[in-house]
């Protein structure tokens, strides 16, 4: 089996693998977790989790925490978009932060990561409603050979599991929708639209509202909704500037006070700070509402109606600074920067209780041999 079967050209992991590359060439792997509390009332909440991405509260409190995993022991051979092995495992998790204690919701959920553990790519966001909680795997099917073991319970895992929205029951999970697999088949009958990348697919944001789901398609630069039923249709294709140098990459969605869907781009258009953009879509239909961000990985709101966007890389795409951040953006759309200093490789974004989380170093394992772990920190 070929790395290609659980990759796709904007997969995340190559995004993690090139910048996981970049701290090892600078000898930052090795340092410290962050402080306790750092600048700008930053405080650990969570530390020592497996490549932690996008986070959700529910009504009471709790934290949920899409855990990508450290991929594992089935490896796939030197990745050609990142140049470095790649192993599959059943690392991923989801996890809930509750009275400060960290617990497993449900486990074995499908990983795939450098053999360091590290930028690894699985469960990549959550949702809660009410009391209910949803979570996005990364990826799709289209992938994996037809003469893959299939007896191998990770092939099995990647089959069922790969693009997939799912709803968290209990100690388990149950499929709603194969969302990732919709948007490739999309992207393969829209050729025209990136001739030289499409078809792709990798959803990597999810949002919940009532029984409709709304998921940012990394790969394919589609915001997908996803009715009761399981059925999925396109909202919305992002498109980028003439002449640009890459694409969209949209990573988050957010449900607006108003009713209308924000969407956070890690790219538009060109890895250079300051290209990512946010969109509003309202009525079918979508537009560019802010522009001028770095590398966007989450994305909410808080009840103020202040919007948030955190920056992985807030000097760029690809380059050697891991410092992250996140923008605060007022509803007059004054901007404010938030935890400078604090965050590198900032990923998922939540909002509870005049704070806010993210989930930091994101593309870090939670064995990562005295280096930086996955955590969550909290903003005053």
Not at 56 to 75: Q, R, S, V
Not at 81 to 95: D, F, M
Not at 139 to 166: F, K, M
Not at 350 to 359: D, E
Request: with cysteine; aromatic share 8%; hydrophobic share 35%.
């Amino acid at each position: 089996m070929s790395p290609r079967a659980f990759r796709s050209r904007h997969h995340l992991r190559h995004v993690a693998a090139v910048c996981a590359a970049a701290l090892t060439g600078l000898g930052l792997v090795a340092a410290p977790a962050t402080a306790a509390t750092g600048a700008g009332g930053v405080t650990v909440v969570a530390r020592n989790l497996d490549n932690p991405r996008g986070l959700a509260f529910n009504p009471h409190g709790d934290l949920y925490i899409a855990e990508a995993g450290h991929g594992g022991t089935l490896c796939l051979g030197v990745d050609p978009e990142s140049g470095g092995e790649s192993c599959a495992g059943l690392t991923g998790r989801i996890s809930r932060l509750s009275s400060g204690q960290v617990s497993t919701v449900v486990d074995h959920l499908f990983s795939i990561a450098g053999a360091d553990g590290t930028g690894a790519e699985g469960a990549v966001a959550v949702s809660t409603q009410g009391n209910r909680t949803y979570a996005q795997i990364g990826g799709n099917t289209s992938g994996i050979p037809p003469q893959a073991a299939a007896g191998d319970p990770v092939v099995q895992a990647a089959r069922a599991q790969l693009g997939r929205t799912i709803a968290v029951t209990g100690s388990g999970w149950s499929a709603i929708a194969s969302t990732g697999d919709t948007d490739y088949a999309w992207t393969n009958a829209h050729k025209d639209l990136q001739p030289d990348q499409f078809p792709d697919a990798n959803p990597n944001g999810l949002d919940t509202q009532g029984t409709t789901h709304y998921v940012a398609d990394a790969g394919s630069n589609l915001v997908a909704k996803v009715d009761r039923h399981g059925a999925v249709t396109t909202l919305a294709y992002l498109d980028t500037p003439a002449g640009s140098i890459t694409d969209a990459v949209p990573t988050c969605v957010a449900t607006a006070p108003d009713g209308s869907l924000y969407v956070g781009e890690l790219l538009g258009g060109d890895y250079a700070p300051g290209h990512a953009r946010v969109w509003r879509i309202a009525d079918g239909h979508a537009a560019v509402k802010w522009t001028g961000f770095t590398g966007i990985q989450g994305c909410g709101f808080d009840t103020s109606g202040n919007f948030y966007a955190t920056e992985f890389q807030a000097h760029g795409m690809f380059g050697p600074d891991p410092s992250g951040d996140v923008i605060k953006v007022s509803p007059s759309g004054q901007r404010t920067v938030l935890g400078t200093g604090s965050l590198f490789f900032s990923s998922g974004f939540a909002f509870h209780n005049g704070g806010v989380y993210v989930s930091n170093w994101s593309i870090m394992p939670a064995d990562n041999h005295g280096g930086p772990t996955g955590e969550v920190v909290r903003i005053a």
